[in-house]
């Protein structure tokens, strides 16, 4: 469990404030990017951040993908760096919305994509949005996984949950990230994640405000333009994160979104708005955490100024800690100097250090080594029971949407098969796994398609669709930096929907549409008689959709979206085990 700031706390936080000089807490709001991989301390890679820790005095690390043990020795490495002489320890965050998994796996050795192991992968948080009974003890179960898995490998903070209200279809980066349209589920849901990460000593962020659930566009390419009024927001956007700040969250990130509607023509994106920050966020809202910017890389705010300029905005708007700055030097001088030409105040800055200086001691670092055990990792990361918890979490958020002809299971044995697997060309593992537990039942032909597929390949796959006694298609898109858009390209729609059109109306051929990944692709394949959601292409989100289809578990997850114009937030149908 988080620790409370008691006395002990208190006084570590105002000693260490006291000693700080004003470059080292300048550095201190500092948050660089750094992979997660094996590192040796005589590299470049680690020169490089020990010049962050030792030189420019960064207050934390955001850790990216790595392995378990490898995560564990960068993170003690730059523990030791930052605590030598009495050095304050460092605050270290990584991305793990829906799981270690997220940053600690998907590694694979190639060409035989053979998986190199790492941290539990639970379904995208959707998922759990579409389970039917108890959904908040499900997240919060996971979320203390989480936690206990993160702490091991040296990891304080989780930037999760999202509590994005995903309510666009055409979202090309929240999509199945966010738990679903309605505001006050995602909340609930939520609120349940930082209850379980922080019971179980995790602090948590939650992201993205003001609310990226509403947007066309990805921030890491461009600049959101959101036209809704306050009004609006207050409806729909704001009152999962006041259910966030009302649960403890520690953190809350900034969305490098510009809203026009609230803040004009000119708006700058919310993440250099100190009217979201500070006036909304602060003064409205009552938090009183830390306030992370999104990426300073990403361009919703890299292409608005030079990498010194927009960390400056960002602390004038409010933000305490600058997270993955394009430049840590350029930026760490640049708010030095605006501090010295008084743009900023000495006690901005303090007001910032001494709240991530409470952050730190809530997480225990005041009183204990921040370095961890190396020898603990294979006994925490990635056990038998969290893997458990993921597949029981896959098979409950499995849905079926839509099964105009009872297709579903595939009760034949040893059926043909043709499983078409439609994928971006790098996601190697896509369909791996569903194919191979397929094949426990059925005879089945494995055929990947991408966006590059020739008229010659599609001609074969109409021929052996038609040699099948029963067809799947399971797309693969889904929520992913800097891609902009995950839907299937026009001609392969077009092919889907012209073979699930064929075959005798009176006796028609099983045919079956499964989505892992974007549910909302169900508008692109309207001719669809059966319409099945995994919400995820990992492994555990595969063999639960393929126990759905082989009738080995029970189908019970319910919509937490609409797919317009076809099914509303709720739908969804049950089909019990058939062995």
Same mark, same amino acid.
């Given at each position: 469990?988080?620790?409370?700031?008691?006395?002990? @706390?208190? @006084?570590?936080? *105002?000693?260490?404030?006291?000693?700080?000089?004003?470059?080292?807490? %300048?550095?201190?709001?500092?948050?660089?990017?750094?992979?997660?991989?094996?590192?040796?301390? &005589?590299?470049?890679?680690?020169?490089?951040?020990?010049?962050?820790?030792?030189? +420019?005095?960064?207050?934390?690390?955001?850790?990216?993908?790595? $392995?378990?043990?490898?995560?564990?020795?960068?993170?003690?490495?730059?523990?030791?760096?930052?605590?030598?002489?009495?050095?304050?320890?460092?605050?270290?965050?990584?991305?793990?919305?829906?799981?270690?998994?997220?940053?600690?796996?998907?590694?694979?050795?190639? !060409?035989?994509?053979?998986?190199?192991?790492?941290?539990?992968?639970?379904?995208?948080?959707?998922?759990?949005?579409?389970?039917?009974?108890?959904?908040?003890?499900?997240?919060?179960?996971?979320?203390?996984?989480?936690?206990?898995?993160?702490?091991?490998?040296?990891?304080?903070?989780?930037?999760?949950?999202?509590? +994005?209200?995903?309510?666009?279809?055409?979202?090309?980066?929240?999509?199945?990230?966010?738990?679903?349209?309605?505001?006050?589920?995602?909340?609930?849901?939520?609120?349940?994640?930082?209850?379980?990460?922080?019971?179980?000593?995790? /602090?948590?962020?939650?992201?993205?405000?003001?609310?990226?659930?509403?947007?066309?566009?990805?921030?890491?390419?461009?600049?959101?333009?959101?036209?809704?009024?306050?009004?609006?927001?207050?409806?729909?956007?704001?009152?999962?994160?006041?259910?966030?700040? +009302?649960?403890?969250? &520690?953190?809350?990130?900034?969305?490098?979104?510009?809203?026009?509607?609230?803040?004009?023509?000119?708006? !700058?994106?919310? $993440?250099?708005?100190?009217?979201?920050?500070?006036? %909304? =966020?602060?003064?409205?809202?009552?938090?009183?955490?830390?306030?992370?910017?999104?990426?300073?890389?990403?361009?919703?705010?890299?292409?608005?100024?030079?990498?010194?300029?927009?960390?400056?905005?960002?602390?004038?708007?409010? *933000?305490?800690?600058?997270?993955?700055?394009?430049?840590?030097?350029? $930026?760490?001088?640049?708010?030095?100097?605006?501090?010295?030409?008084?743009? =900023?105040?000495?006690?901005?800055?303090?007001?910032?250090?001494?709240?991530?200086?409470?952050?730190?001691?809530?997480?225990? =670092?005041?009183?204990?080594?921040?370095?961890?055990?190396?020898?603990?990792?294979?006994?925490?990361?990635?056990?038998?029971?969290?893997?458990?918890?993921?597949?029981?979490?896959?098979?409950?958020?499995?849905?079926?949407?839509?099964?105009?002809?009872?297709?579903?299971?595939?009760?034949?044995?040893?059926?043909?098969?043709?499983?078409?697997?439609?994928?971006?060309?790098?996601? /190697?593992?896509?369909?791996?796994?569903? #194919?191979? #537990?397929?094949?426990?039942?059925?005879?089945?032909?494995?055929?990947?398609?991408?966006?590059?597929?020739?008229?010659?390949?599609?001609? *074969?796959?109409?021929?052996?669709?038609?040699?099948?006694?029963?067809?799947?298609?399971?797309?693969?898109?889904?929520?992913?930096?800097?891609?902009?858009?995950?839907?299937?390209?026009?001609?392969?729609?077009?092919?889907?929907?012209?073979?699930?059109?064929?075959?005798?109306? @009176?006796?028609?051929?099983?045919?079956?549409?499964?989505?892992?990944?974007?549910?909302?692709?169900?508008?692109?394949?309207?001719?669809?008689?059966?319409?099945? =959601?995994?919400?995820?292409? &990992?492994?555990?989100?595969?063999?639960?959709?393929?126990?759905?289809?082989?009738?080995?578990?029970?189908?019970?997850?319910?919509? !937490?979206?609409?797919?317009?114009?076809?099914?509303?937030?709720?739908?969804?149908?049950?089909?019990?085990?058939?062995?």
């Amino acid at each position: 469990m988080l620790r409370p700031l008691d006395d002990t @706390a208190r @006084a570590w936080v *105002a000693a260490t404030l006291d000693r700080l000089t004003l470059p080292e807490r %300048v550095g201190h709001l500092l948050m660089p990017w750094v992979l997660g991989g094996y590192t040796a301390r &005589d590299s470049k890679a680690f020169d490089r951040v020990a010049q962050w820790v030792e030189e +420019d005095s960064v207050g934390g690390l955001l850790v990216s993908v790595g $392995t378990p043990h490898s995560y564990a020795a960068l993170t003690n490495a730059a523990q030791e760096r930052a605590t030598q002489n009495g050095g304050v320890p460092l605050l270290v965050a990584s991305d793990m919305e829906n799981g270690t998994g997220m940053r600690i796996a998907r590694s694979y050795a190639l !060409p035989y994509v053979l998986p190199l192991g790492g941290g539990t992968l639970f379904p995208p948080m959707m998922g759990f949005g579409a389970v039917r009974d108890n959904p908040e003890a499900l997240v919060q179960e996971m979320a203390a996984a989480l936690a206990g898995e993160a702490l091991a490998v040296g990891v304080h903070m989780t930037f999760g949950p999202v509590a +994005d209200v995903n309510v666009n279809p055409a979202n090309p980066i929240i999509s199945t990230r966010a738990f679903g349209e309605d505001p006050e589920a995602v909340g609930r849901l939520a609120a349940a994640y930082v209850r379980g990460a922080r019971q179980a000593g995790l /602090l948590t962020c939650g992201k993205h405000y003001p609310g990226h659930g509403d947007t066309a566009e990805d921030t890491h390419l461009e600049t959101p333009v959101i036209t809704h009024s306050m009004d609006r927001l207050e409806a729909v956007e704001l009152p999962p994160f006041q259910q966030v700040i +009302d649960a403890g969250v &520690d953190g809350i990130m900034t969305a490098h979104i510009a809203v026009t509607g609230v803040e004009g023509a000119d708006a !700058p994106p919310a $993440t250099l708005s100190r009217f979201f920050l500070t006036e %909304v =966020l602060r003064e409205r809202m009552g938090f009183t955490g830390l306030v992370f910017t999104d990426a300073l890389n990403m361009g919703g705010a890299a292409k608005a100024y030079p990498p010194g300029e927009v960390g400056v905005r960002a602390v004038e708007a409010g *933000a305490d800690v600058l997270t993955f700055p394009l430049n840590v030097r350029a $930026t760490r001088n640049a708010v030095l100097a605006a501090v010295a030409s008084r743009r =900023l105040t000495e006690e901005r800055i303090e007001a910032s250090v001494q709240r991530i200086l409470e952050a730190k001691a809530r997480a225990g =670092l005041h009183v204990r080594d921040a370095c961890v055990s190396l020898d603990a990792v294979d006994r925490i990361v990635a056990t038998r029971a969290h893997h458990a918890l993921a597949g029981k979490a896959a098979s409950r958020a499995v849905t079926l949407v839509r099964d105009e002809h009872g297709t579903v299971p595939l009760l034949a044995e040893r059926q043909r098969v043709l499983s078409v697997t439609y994928a971006d060309a790098e996601d /190697l593992p896509a369909g791996n796994a569903f #194919d191979a #537990d397929l094949a426990k039942r059925h005879a089945v032909t494995s055929v990947r398609m991408d966006a590059r597929a020739s008229a010659d390949e599609f001609a *074969a796959l109409r021929q052996q669709a038609a040699d099948a006694d029963a067809v799947v298609v399971a797309i693969y898109l889904s929520p992913r930096n800097f891609k902009g858009s995950v839907g299937a390209n026009d001609r392969f729609t077009a092919f889907v929907n012209e073979l699930a059109g064929e075959g005798d109306s @009176a006796r028609p051929k099983p045919f079956v549409v499964v989505s892992c990944g974007n549910p909302y692709l169900l508008g692109a394949f309207p001719a669809a008689p059966a319409y099945l =959601l995994a919400w995820g292409g &990992d492994v555990v989100c595969q063999k639960a959709a393929a126990r759905a289809l082989l009738g080995t578990a029970a189908i019970t997850g319910r919509l !937490p979206i609409s797919l317009p114009p076809f099914h509303q937030r709720g739908d969804g149908l049950d089909r019990e085990v058939r062995q």
